[in-house]
């Protein structure tokens, strides 16, 4: 075996991630109880989106102007790189806070920007960088599965929350899968979740009810579809 692949297969996944969201999440716990500011704001923003009053929510969202669905889809963008914002729950704010209609416009425009991102750093910082960010075993099995199933490995991921949809941006640009195939899967398959995420929306019961049955339907599905495809196979 040559050297390079040695090194390859011993790249360990970096610590950066988890170090950057521990410091995060530190710093937000700190701010909380150390600035007045912002431990007024956090409980606001709670009592707000957990109200179930859409006029209170709007107007409360209102305030920030043209920067809060800026701030949605650099979140969405960020979110590849940290352990602590799970992609679903940026996309249940948006919903909650912009309405059923222009929260999914917001959830679209989100997860074209953060999948774009996270295509553009696969295809142009290599292998190497992928499996030090997602771990050498992570990366080729999002990397087998793509190669398995294509343009559906990527479609059936964004349908289900519980997959790793960033390891399949980053090994999807890691593959050079054609930009606008990958979107194109990347859309067809976000749809689904963001109109279930808009119509069970409406309450915040709603939609912790919704997103918890409709993940355990979607990951049974995935599983129905593995079964059939390797039978058939």
């Keep these: 075996m040559s050297e390079t692949s040695n090194d390859n297969t011993s790249v360990k996944k970096s610590k950066s991630p988890l170090y950057f969201s521990i410091l995060l999440l530190g710093g937000l716990v700190a ?17 707000v989106l957990t109200s179930d009053d859409e006029k209170r929510i709007k107007e409360w969202v209102d305030g920030f102007g043209w920067f809060g669905p800026f701030l949605l889809v650099l979140a969405m963008i960020l979110q590849m790189f940290l352990l602590v914002v799970p992609t679903v729950l940026l996309m249940a704010v948006s919903v909650l806070a912009y309405g059923p209609g222009w929260g999914s416009v917001i959830i679209f425009a989100s997860v074209f920007a953060a999948s774009s991102v996270g295509y553009l750093i696969g295809r142009y910082f290599g292998e ?29 991921t964004r349908i289900n929350p519980f997959l790793s949809n960033d390891a399949i941006s980053f090994v999807g640009g890691l593959l050079r899968i054609g930009y606008w195939k990958f979107i194109g899967a990347t859309m067809a398959g976000i749809a689904p979740l963001t109109l279930f995420i808009a119509i069970m929306g409406k309450s915040t019961d709603g939609l912790k009810t919704g997103l918890l049955w ?20």
């Design 31 to 47: 701010a909380y109880f150390l600035i007045p500011q912002v431990e007024n704001f956090l409980n606001e923003a709670w009592k």
């Design 128 to 156: 190497l960088f992928i499996a030090r960010l997602l771990g050498k075993r992570s990366e080729k099995k999002a990397e087998g599965f793509i190669k398995d199933y294509g343009f559906w490995a990527v479609v059936i």
């Design 214 to 233: 409709g993940s355990l339907v979607s990951l049974l599905l995935f599983v129905i579809y593995i079964w059939w495809d390797k039978k058939r196979n």
